[in-house]
């Protein structure tokens, strides 16, 4: 195995594991709204997620960016709540053009902001991995792209449920979306009050 190939699989199963489960309820809340006839709007979503974390984690893995690790813990569960709780914005028996409110379009900036911080936690795990190594281009290169097809892997299941339980078994889209929305704000939540920087400092 080459060292690309060693790093694609290393940030494949970084952003797929349930002990980090933090990067994959904020794609969990990202996504909640949409099915899987939805596609257009979540690659917008998703491109803009992927531009925000691939910038910081080149800086943070190149040391041109230096962030608190504890700091950015205590920030992730924070975007995993803002964009829950922007969920329930979504209204699903409006029309179709009464639902691009300020609300639901900041949505896109808000992904690509919340990119930037996921981004620097991404770094936290990849800098511990490569150590001093001197050439990390293919490493940070292959963690990117293994981070990218773990992150689609999530989305395709998530919108797969969805368009089941809404689109087969017919359960209302606006209880799927509230339902879901509150079971991972109140997990995010949990991560805030039990983050070890917030009570350092309390």
Not at 24 to 52: H, N
Not at 90 to 98: D, G, I, L, N, W
């Amino acid at each position: 195995m080459s060292e690309f190939q060693a790093y694609l699989q290393l940030g494949f199963e970084h952003i797929t594991d349930s002990k980090g489960y933090d990067h994959i309820l904020f794609i969990m809340a990202l996504c909640t709204v949409y099915t899987l006839m939805d596609w257009k709007k979540v690659i917008i979503l998703v491109t803009a997620f992927t531009i925000g974390h691939s910038i910081t984690l080149a800086l943070a893995t190149l040391g041109l960016v230096q962030v608190n690790p504890d700091v950015i813990e205590l920030l992730i569960p924070i975007t995993i709540l803002i964009t829950a709780t922007l969920n329930f914005s979504f209204k699903e028996k409006k029309p179709a053009y009464s639902q691009k409110t300020s609300s639901f379009t900041a949505r896109y900036p808000l992904a690509l902001i919340f990119g930037l911080i996921h981004g620097l936690g991404f770094s936290n795990y990849l800098r511990a991995l490569l150590g001093k190594e001197a050439n990390i281009v293919a490493p940070l290169l292959g963690f990117n792209i293994g981070l990218e097809l773990g992150q689609l892997i999530i989305v395709f299941v998530i919108l797969s449920i969805a368009f089941v339980l809404i689109e087969i078994l017919r359960i209302a889209k606006l209880s799927w979306v509230h339902i879901l929305s509150g079971i991972i704000a109140g997990m995010a939540l949990s991560l805030i009050i039990n983050n070890e920087y917030l009570q350092s400092v309390s």
